[in-house]
């Protein structure tokens, strides 16, 4: 005898009452693009110094995905995607628009692949990023134009979900997510699942500053490799 499935669970982090009810609809749209049901965690997301180590700890802890609740702000609105304004107000009505950053690795492209073919055909719109900074920066960036074109094409070719935009951008990784998640409402990354304190740096960054839900899901094994040339 086979032993029973067990259901996947997304598992809702800084989920008081308050802000649950305040971003339900991008909890329903966020369970349905995992095909899991929504469990509220009863913790808070720790103090604000170390929130970031308590929210990645929390969610090394569980193969299931995590989604992580913007903690409210005294004084600024959770308003999914927009500029703060001075008084609280409901979450977004749904989850219109998803910034996707990608890393170009094998097994984060895998995991990504089926959540967001999943979220295209709930009508929702994706952007995928891309952050060159130190070595990820291809050499010929900075070169003639047509070394760059033949790179985004590749880029576009072996990692663009359906019809989600692909951008790329240069500079810290962790700024230019930030700025472009202003545009979206909800943010989707994949991670190893490695809390260890001094790693995860970007991840970090967004979990202590997004203001956006987060939904991290843990990277699943490659069934077919990439190009070497395409993550290194």
């Known amino acids: 005898m086979?032993?029973?499935?067990?259901?996947?669970?997304?598992?809702?982090?800084?989920?008081?009452?308050?802000?649950?009810?305040?971003?339900?609809?991008?909890?329903?749209s966020a369970a349905a693009l995992v095909a899991a049901e929504a469990v509220a965690d009863p913790s808070s997301c720790g103090p604000a110094p170390s929130r970031d180590q308590f929210v990645l700890e929390r969610a090394a802890a569980t193969n299931?995905?995590?989604?992580?609740?913007?903690?409210?702000r005294p004084g600024v609105a959770a308003t999914g995607g927009h500029e703060p304004a001075a008084t609280t107000?409901?979450?977004p009505?749904?989850?219109?628009?998803?910034?996707?950053?990608?890393?170009?690795t094998p097994a984060e492209h895998h995991t990504l692949v089926p959540l967001l073919q999943r979220a295209e055909a709930m009508g929702i719109s994706i952007e995928q990023m891309h952050v060159l900074a130190g070595p990820t920066r291809p050499p010929m960036w900075e070169g003639p134009g047509h070394h760059a074109d033949a790179w985004l094409a590749q880029l576009r070719l072996h990692h663009q979900i359906g019809d989600a935009t692909m951008v790329v951008r240069s500079g810290e990784p962790a700024t230019a997510i930030r700025?472009?998640?202003?545009?979206?409402?909800?943010l989707v990354v994949a991670w190893?699942?490695?809390?260890?304190?001094?790693?995860?740096?970007?991840l970090r960054s967004l979990v202590r500053h997004a203001r956006q839900p987060l939904l991290l899901v843990r990277v699943a094994p490659p069934r077919t490799p990439i190009p070497e040339e395409e993550h290194r």
Do not use: E, H, M, Q
Request: with cysteine; hydrophobic share 40%; proline share 10%.
């Open 89 to 91: 107000k409901p979450g």
């Open 2 to 28: 086979t032993a029973p499935l067990v259901s996947p669970r997304l598992r809702v982090l800084c989920s008081d009452g308050d802000s649950f009810d305040r971003w339900r609809a991008v909890v329903d």
């Open 192 to 202: 190893n699942g490695d809390a260890t304190r001094g790693r995860a740096r970007v």
């Open 64 to 72: 299931d995905p995590v989604l992580v609740l913007p903690t409210p």
């Open 179 to 186: 700025a472009a998640s202003l545009r979206a409402d909800l």
């Open 93 to 104: 009505a749904g989850t219109r628009r998803i910034l996707a950053p990608i890393d170009r």
